[in-house]
């Protein structure tokens, strides 16, 4: 089995990043010291060794994990993600973030993620199939629609989430389509849930704009670091809103023309190679140079920590809208901010995922079925809402999105744990 060097959570940069971000928040608020010790670590963090008997008829052991860091507000709720780097130090981090952006968006849900170290891409369908069957049975007894809800991340997808919940509701004896979100719609998915997260970053990047005395049309130019599920459907959104979008990529590189890229184009290269080494518009960038565009907006949607201390300076966006969790370094955020560089963070930019979760996972309690009008209404006024509240508090206290977004989830989830008390 395949573990990662940084294996306990402490020793994870992307831990240390969140909980030095947390410790800042706790101080500039004062938060009860026995609430920050309290949020400091998980619930409860559980590391499995799935086997799974390869096409070839080895067994090969995998590493997965589920971290739940904090249930007060309601079900642990939080994605999967298949990835080769996936450690159980990232998924705790990833975890706190999901705690704060629940609290932040308002939904009654609490923090969770899991993963797999895994390449999905060398899989077959088959071997993919068996290790998330084996991994939600390992899951079993932690999970369901009153405790925790899982859903979709990078390298996950909705078949996956329908293996899991066929997996579990086998398991259960009957039909249980709310113990996950982002399944397809023929198994109780909802309208609107693949194209919810992308479909949201652009929702705030309009009222960043707007709130700059502008709003969004042909000359507003975006440059999309990754093309999955978030860059794909926020490039389609920015399209169909009439923006621009200037560059894309994977993790193979991207591609880039001032003049903008058509989105059926890129869809359709994109499907065929799944990266865009066919596409003929536009001159080829590193992932690297895409970062350091000339545009409007950035738009990192693929790993965390692409924007850093040696290459923050040289990122040109006037404002960047965290689509991925944890794009930049604490050290990046404070560059981009001496810049005078607009940055929406990630707990609100890409909060629309959740929010379309929570809503299937209510049409899946209620067994009543939403129209898309219906999920998008509701998403952007939450969204727009959410943003709105994050925008006052830093005008307010004259702070950045990012630490008045930790503010406002920080503090209803601390509220919430001081009315509810310590059992026993
Ligand atoms: P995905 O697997 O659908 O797509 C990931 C994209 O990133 C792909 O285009 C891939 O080629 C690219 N990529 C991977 N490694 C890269 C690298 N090193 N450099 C450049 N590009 C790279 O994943 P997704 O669901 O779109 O998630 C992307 C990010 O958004 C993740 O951080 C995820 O946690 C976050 N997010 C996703 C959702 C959701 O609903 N899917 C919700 C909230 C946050």
Redesign the pocket.
């Given at each position: 089995m395949e573990m990662k060097s940084c294996h306990t959570i402490w020793e994870c940069p992307a831990c240390r990043n969140v909980t030095k971000q947390f410790m800042e928040v706790a101080k500039r608020i004062d938060l009860d010291p026995n609430i920050v010790n309290r949020l400091q670590v998980p619930d409860r963090s559980v590391i499995i060794s799935i086997p799974v008997r390869m096409d070839n008829g080895d067994v090969k052991i995998f590493a997965g994990y589920r971290v739940q860091h904090n249930d007060v507000l309601g079900p642990f709720k939080g994605?999967i993600?298949y990835?080769p780097e996936v450690t159980i130090g990232e998924t705790a981090a990833?975890a706190m973030l999901m705690t704060w952006k629940c609290a932040l968006v308002g939904l009654p849900l609490g923090g969770a993620k899991g993963g797999v170290t895994v390449d999905p891409h060398e899989l077959s369908r088959h071997e993919l199939q068996h290790l998330t069957r084996r991994f939600t049975a390992e899951l079993v007894n932690i999970i369901g629609p009153e405790k925790d809800i899982p859903?979709?991340?990078?390298?996950?997808?909705e078949q996956v989430m329908a293996w899991l919940m066929d997996t579990y509701s086998q398991q259960k004896g009957h039909v249980v389509p709310g113990v996950v979100t982002?399944k397809p719609l023929v198994v109780g998915g909802s309208q609107g849930?693949s194209e919810?997260?992308?479909r949201g970053v652009v929702y705030t990047v309009v009222k960043a704009l707007e709130k700059r005395g502008s709003g969004i049309g042909k000359e507003t130019t975006f440059a999309l670091?990754?093309?999955?599920?978030?860059?794909?459907n926020a490039a389609k959104t920015i399209e169909e809103m009439g923006g621009t979008v200037v560059a894309v990529?994977?993790?193979?590189g991207?591609i880039y023309n001032p003049s903008g890229l058509n989105y059926d184009d890129l869809v359709a290269c994109h499907r065929e190679h799944?990266?865009f080494s066919c596409f003929r518009g536009g001159d080829v960038v590193t992932?690297e140079e895409l970062l350091a565009l000339p545009c409007d907006v950035l738009i990192p949607?693929?790993?965390?920590g692409?924007i850093h201390e040696k290459n923050a300076d040289r990122v040109q966006a006037k404002i960047v809208a965290e689509?991925?969790?944890?794009?930049m370094t604490i050290e990046a955020d404070r560059i981009l901010n001496d810049k005078g560089v607009f940055v929406i963070p990630?707990i609100l930019a890409?909060?629309?995922?959740?929010i379309v979760?929570y809503f299937e996972w209510v049409q899946d309690l209620q067994n009543f079925f939403w129209e898309i009008d219906e999920v998008l209404m509701q998403l952007k006024r939450i969204i727009t809402h959410a943003f709105d509240e994050v925008y006052g508090i830093a005008e307010r206290e004259k702070i950045s999105m990012r630490t008045a977004a930790l503010i406002k989830g920080i503090r209803k989830i601390s509220d919430a744990m001081l009315a509810r008390g310590l059992y026993p």
């Open positions: 994605g993600r990835h990833l859903a979709p991340d990078m390298g996950t997808n982002g849930r919810a997260t992308g670091h990754g093309f999955g599920n978030v860059g794909a990529s994977t993790s193979k991207g799944g990266n992932n949607a693929a790993v965390s692409v689509g991925a969790n944890g794009p990630d890409n909060s629309g995922g959740v979760s």
